[in-house]
């Protein structure tokens, strides 16, 4: 995000609110509360030098985010509420300052159950996916997706990685394929965490594909200094022990059958993300006609702008949206720009299914509770019409 963008909202969520609250609506108030209520505004302010110069800057976006959802937002809230009752709607003074209050409150509210209980609470998710060209011996075979972990989230609360890390072990999953957003600005974000991803592993191995945050395109890092951030980011991640593939695959044999994993580049239609190289065809290259093929793709929209009309692939896994599917008034938010956003997807013999992910960009998760999803590949033949393709399956883990 620009840094523009941190300013203006400080003004539109911080400096604006404060000076309405303190003069308006709150004008009778003791001096030590407005100063109380004017504290969030002086944290977010705090935090701009530190963003701009890109000192501190996971760190300080982590504690910005937080201020700004938990306070910011809240009074902005109240700040429209009373503003609407008291010049809009005539409402009289201490009801509308009450209304304004339980708007915002509700806001707060709501951000810190999303900081504190939904964030922190993984779940594992079952999906069974059947497959009429899966070879005989891949018949079960069971997938850990791992995604959007966005490691910066979490400072240095090396607790919820290991969690996170424990529960993928204990799902003994045959194969762990984990499709990008490793971490948010900074490759060091990943340093911290080096002991516990290490200890990541499945009998055919951890393949991992780089999400639009990977390329550290939203951080503090220009030209040369990012570049070597982001080979130190690749470097790391090999050095975990997983099979980083960039616009490549990889052949997995269970005795004389054998499957493809590819992974892209990460491609998006997104105008504000950067070229980042991503090439279905080099993907693909070296793939014999006809083996059954694993396509990992960060970004959903890719699926439906080129591989569905290009290819034949029949599973793609990718992530991104961070399961962002609430329902307002009918309406899905991450419709707007992202129609599969979570979950199972299917145009003819091919699916797509989008991970709900395991973190966020800020300092916690807005679309729902992070999640680990095992996904079992089974076979059906042309006349087993009584065998269901999809079932999904949600626990607690």
């Known amino acids: 995000m620009k840094f523009r963008l941190f300013v203006l909202y400080s ?43 890109g000192r501190h800057y996971t760190d300080s976006v982590r504690l ?26 005539g409402v009289p003074e201490h009801p509308a300052l009450w209304i304004a209050l ?14 504190f209980y939904v964030s922190r609470r993984i779940k594992v998710v079952d ?49 762990i394929l984990f499709t ?31 999400g639009n945050h990977d390329y550290l395109m939203h951080g503090p890092l220009k030209g040369e200094a990012l570049q070597a951030d982001a080979d130190h ?12 593939l960039l616009n490549d695959s990889v052949i997995l044999r269970r005795g004389e059958d054998a499957i493809a994993v590819a992974g892209v580049e990460n491609v998006s239609t997104n105008p504000y993300f950067s070229h980042t190289g991503g090439d279905l065809k080099k993907a693909l290259e070296g793939i014999p006609e ?4 694993i396509l990992m793709s960060h970004d959903p929209t890719h699926w439906r702008r080129e591989i569905l009309p290009t290819t034949d692939i029949p599973l793609t896994l990718s992530g991104h949206t961070h399961g962002l599917k609430y329902k307002l008034i009918g309406f899905k938010p991450s419709h707007w720009r992202l129609p599969e956003s979570a979950g199972v997807y299917t145009e003819g013999a091919q699916r797509l299914h989008v991970s709900g992910g395991l973190g966020s960009a800020f300092a916690f998760r807005i679309g ?29 883990g």
């Open 233 to 244: 980011l690749l470097d790391l991640e090999r050095s975990l022990g997983w099979t980083l």
């Open 127 to 175: 999906v069974e996916l059947a497959f009429e060209g899966l070879p005989a011996a891949f018949d079960g075979l069971r997938i850990c997706q791992l995604s959007d972990i966005h490691l910066g989230s979490f400072g240095r609360r090396a607790p919820y990685v290991r969690r996170v890390m424990e529960k993928a072990l204990s799902q003994q999953a045959d194969l």
């Open 180 to 210: 990008g957003d490793l971490v948010n600005f900074e490759a060091r974000e990943a340093d911290y965490y080096k002991k516990e991803l290490t200890r990541l592993h499945a009998p055919m191995g951890v393949i991992a594909i780089r």
């Open 368 to 396: 729902g509770f992070p999640k680990i999803e095992i996904i079992k590949l089974t076979r059906y033949g042309k006349l087993d019409n009584d065998r269901q393709p999809d079932v999904r399956i949600g626990n607690d």
């Open 11 to 53: 003004l539109l969520c911080g400096v604006l609110p404060d000076v309405v609250i303190c003069c308006a609506a709150a004008a009778g108030v003791p001096l030590l509360l407005q100063l109380l209520i004017c504290l969030p505004t002086a944290i977010l302010l705090a935090c701009l030098p530190f963003i701009g110069t």
């Open 102 to 115: 339980a708007a915002g409150a509700a806001v707060s509210l709501f951000f810190l159950a999303m900081v």
């Open 290 to 293: 006809g083996l059954f093929t």
């Open 64 to 89: 910005y985010s937080y201020m700004m959802f938990i306070f910011g937002v809240p009074k902005l809230v109240f700040t429209i509420f009373w503003a609407a009752g008291r010049f809009l709607l």
